[in-house]
């Protein structure tokens, strides 16, 4: 009870100062996105994959893909929401590949709100311009912001998922963890970790509300998956053990060296300004 008395009272009205600053730091957030731009004109291979399959859909209904491949299979890589999200806006027509950037930098944006209401509602008005600050000046993140990419919406779903988990609001943050895991099936390790979190603190019943959603979700496509191309489908359940156990020796990424993944990481991922945030 105190520590909910703590966060309302820390939860006041956003004054002039912190909305000034919010904005300055969106706008430095779209600046890095506005270089990205420049220099991305063109749709790289896995967007023009995720292009592809939906425009399938949009013709057959079915997510293939006939881009950079001998013959039509289906695309059962990831989850399916992203590539059907693609399909809606290519039927609404219009410049597809610039729409679908665009979307991701819309939610890239509803991410940095996001990243804002968690640190104010946890620890006040600096710890969430610090965190919104964090995550805008991250250059992998600002990267990925005009793509036809699903990491951008997956990193949404699951900062008001948090949101919610933190709020006590057990349905809905199962609700937005299975958005995450349709969008792409990484983030059953935040459902895992959740659920663990949840059943410690508040109970099963709780931990029930944010996992079951997911687990449905995942089955639905499963069920569907196999009923349309059931072969396919185990040969990508093999993929991707294969893949998470290390197998896959073949992938040029299994060779990188151990500095040159920390370099990257450490610039890229984790930024400068996510060192001197800490």
């Not at 893909?65 to 990831?78: A, K, L, N, Q, S």
């Not at 299975?178 to 931990?207: D, H, N």
């Not at 995942?218 to 069920?223: E, I, Q, R, T």
Request: glycine share 8%; proline share 4%.
């Amino acid at each position: 009870m105190a520590a909910n008395a703590g966060s309302g009272s820390r939860a006041r009205a956003v004054d002039r100062s912190e909305l000034i600053a919010l904005g300055a730091i969106l706008l430095v957030y779209l600046a890095l996105v506005a270089f990205e731009i420049r220099n991305h004109l063109r749709p790289n291979f896995d967007e023009r994959i995720f292009l592809d399959v939906g425009r399938q859909i949009t013709l057959t209904g079915l997510p293939y893909r006939t881009y950079g491949i001998y013959r039509p299979t289906f695309f059962f890589d990831h989850t399916p929401l992203y590539v059907y999200w693609v399909a809606f806006v290519t039927f609404l027509g219009g410049p597809t590949v610039e729409l679908v950037r665009a979307t991701t930098l819309a939610i890239g944006v509803l991410s940095l709100l996001g990243v804002h209401w968690i640190g104010r509602t946890l620890r006040g008005p600096m710890a969430g311009l610090v965190g919104a600050a964090v995550l805008a000046t991250n250059p992998f993140y600002a990267t990925l912001s005009w793509f036809v990419r699903m990491e951008v919406p997956l990193c949404c779903a699951l900062v008001f998922a948090l949101l919610a988990v933190i709020q006590r609001r057990w349905l809905l943050a199962g609700l937005l963890i299975a958005v995450a895991v349709l969008l792409k099936e990484i983030a059953l390790g935040f459902m895992a970790v959740t659920v663990g979190y949840v059943v410690l603190t508040s109970g099963l019943r709780a931990a029930l509300a944010v996992g079951l959603p997911s687990v449905a979700a995942l089955g639905a496509w499963f069920a569907y998956a196999a009923a349309i191309g059931q072969t396919q489908l185990l040969s990508v359940f093999h993929r991707w053990f294969i893949s998470a156990a290390g197998g896959n020796i073949d992938d040029p990424r299994m060779h990188v060296s151990l500095r040159v993944w920390a370099q990257t990481i450490v610039t890229q991922v984790i930024s400068l300004t996510g060192i001197l945030a800490t």
